[in-house]
């Protein structure tokens, strides 16, 4: 019994498909997601772009270098309003917040009956089985 070289043929396909690498379109799509992303932030003072993983601390360090005589950091780039140097993680925003927040109390439970108090009440457990005569 002899077999075939269909799936050894598919195989090999397969191989220098992924070997030929990227279409044109796959290229052009990749460089075009770069180009938007290279171009996240943009201060709006002096046009200057940042990359879209910058973080604040990085981006309140261009307005305090490049723009010295700005105060909010909000001026520059929209996502900046109410940015705190002090607490560029935002922790201490979020300890005030917590701590202002209104205690709600829980609801006490009731306690459950237990099967001897509800027997003790004259409930019954269920119906008895009749038995066969």
Known sequence: MGGGNAQKSAAARLKNL?????????????????AAD?????????????????????????MTSKHKDMTDPGLCFESMKGYDPEDPTGEKAAAAA???????????????????????AGLSTGKKKKGKK
């Open 18 to 34: 992924k070997d030929a690498g990227k279409t044109p379109e796959q290229r052009a799509a990749t460089s075009a997601k770069a």
């Open 38 to 62: 290279a171009q996240h932030f943009k201060c709006k003072i002096c046009m200057t772009t940042f990359m879209v993983n910058v973080k604040p601390p990085t981006l309140y360090l261009h």
């Open 98 to 120: 917590a701590k202002n927040k209104p205690v709600v109390k829980k609801k006490a439970k009731k306690p459950e009956a237990s099967l001897d108090d509800l027997l003790n």
